[in-house]
């Protein structure tokens, strides 16, 4: 495992979905991990990252709706995402940052009605 991320879907809009990602110990240890999306014909943007202590950071555009968290004993990313948006559909992916490693299978997200 590289970088795996799972639990994607179809939601409602107004719905939640919590994603999950594995890891790499050569990856994650140490590292802030990011929470990455691209969506349909979009460029891949960061959406949060959570340093190896917990340090949160949100994009603008998830902020109140998106929470991050991190099992370093498992080297797993937990994103919560709530009170989804037909914007937030996407391809979903975990990676460090700033420096990132190969892009690994990222799951997708559909929010629409």
């Known amino acids: 495992v590289q970088l795996q991320a799972s639990g994607g879907g179809l939601v409602q809009p107004g719905g939640s979905l919590r994603l999950s990602c594995a890891a790499s110990a050569n990856i994650f240890t140490g590292s802030v991990m990011g929470w990455y999306r691209q969506a349909p014909g979009e460029q891949r943007e960061l959406v949060a990252r959570?340093?190896?202590?917990?340090?949160?950071h949100y994009s603008e555009s998830v902020k109140g709706r998106f929470t991050v968290s991190r099992d370093n004993a498992k080297n797993m990313l937990y994103p919560q995402m709530n009170s989804l948006k037909p914007e937030d559909t996407a391809i979903y992916y975990c990676?460090?940052?700033?420096?990132?490693?190969?892009w690994g299978q990222g799951t997708e997200v559909t929010v629409s009605s």
């Open positions: 959570i340093s190896s202590g917990g340090i949160l």
């Open positions: 990676n460090a940052y700033p420096m990132t490693f190969s």
